[in-house]
């Protein structure tokens, strides 16, 4: 009886291990990996040559009509997940009650994880981090300003400090949806977009050349906003296997914050939160599943 038990805990603790790692196959990807900077205006971005160097490469593309949906910094972020901007008109501390991208990845078995550079951790719900600076801000952490997210341990639990990606990467466990945030300095807040894309390029490039972090993996990289002058008109782009560009890497549709979110259901069929992801238009015109 003793070993008959101990057998089906085994089989159980088995079958877990195997679900952690199950992967839901998406229509154009099975990972997305969602990097966004700071206020910095599309032309100054594209003129960066290392953010024109990515959108240009054989499975890289510029959207170059993709645009921010409020100012200041916070409700863009708000938007990403949540499908509004829960009306955050500020980068105070907010809590906000509703479902979010969460819930529908939840439902379909979707495994995500926020990773906030510089997060202390242990569903810290402070505004800035570490004591005496401020290179992790909860006004750019959505997740932590989420009722049903902050207030479920296990969900808290997947909000997690940056380095956390590379641990994931070595134990073949990197999630179907990482939403990545750099901190104040490597985000271009505090510098600026040299300074970013810098920092973007040394984290960037040693992934690439991992199958843990590439296979099927679509990356996706943007500004939260632009600089107040161009109509929160910001830089985005493209790239991954599932990016199959036309010839001029070059995609001029219109798009959004929003868009982002959609994207994102219609590749894993997880419905919608019945806010502005609906209707928005996705960025899938140029993705093929490898
Ligand atoms: C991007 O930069 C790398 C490294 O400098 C270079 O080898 C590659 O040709 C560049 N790609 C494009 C499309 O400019
Ligand atoms: C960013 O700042 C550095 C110095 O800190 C400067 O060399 C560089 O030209 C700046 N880049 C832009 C685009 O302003």
């Known amino acids: 009886m003793k070993y008959f038990t101990s057998a089906i805990l085994l089989l159980i603790t088995a079958s877990i291990a195997v679900n952690v790692n199950a992967i839901v196959t998406g229509t154009y990807f099975d990972r997305i990996v969602f990097v966004i900077f700071e206020n910095t205006g599309y032309t100054q971005a594209a003129a960066d040559p290392y953010f024109q160097n990515l959108t ?3 499975n890289g593309l510029l959207l170059s009509n993709y645009f921010a949906v409020a100012h200041p910094s916070q409700p863009n972020y708000i938007a990403t997940i949540f ?3 829960a009306g955050i008109t500020d980068d105070n501390n907010h809590n906000v009650a509703g479902n979010n991208v969460v819930d529908l990845l939840e439902a379909k078995g979707v495994s995500w994880k926020a990773y906030m550079e510089n997060y202390p951790g242990s569903c810290f719900t402070g505004a800035t981090a570490p004591s005496g600076s401020h290179l992790y801000a909860r006004k750019h952490d959505p997740f932590i300003s989420m009722n049903d997210i902050r207030t479920n341990s296990a969900r808290c639990a ?3 400090p940056g380095t956390q990606l590379d641990t994931d990467i070595n134990n073949n466990a990197v999630p ?3 939403y990545y945030v750099p901190n104040q300095n490597n985000d271009g807040h505090d510098t600026n977009v040299t300074f970013a894309s810098n920092w973007f390029k040394n984290w960037l490039e040693p992934k690439l ?3 843990a972090f590439t296979t099927n993996t679509l990356i996706f990289f ?3 906003e632009d600089d107040g ?3 929160n008109h910001v830089f985005a782009g493209l790239l991954g296997t599932p990016v199959v560009p036309p010839s001029n890497h070059i995609d001029a549709t219109t798009y959004n914050h929003y868009s982002f979110l ?3 259901e219609k590749n894993w069929n997880l419905g919608n939160l019945g806010r502005s992801d609906v209707g928005a238009t996705t960025f899938t015109q140029y993705l093929v599943h490898p």
Do not use: E, L, M
Request: proline fraction near 4%; glycine fraction near 4%.
């Open 56 to 58: 240009s490469r054989s």
């Open 83 to 85: 499908g509004s901007t």
């Open 158 to 160: 997947n909000i997690v």
């Open 176 to 178: 179907q949806y990482v």
């Open 209 to 211: 050349t991992n199958p």
């Open 222 to 224: 943007t500004f939260d």
């Open 229 to 231: 002058s161009q109509n």
């Open 262 to 264: 959609a994207t994102v």
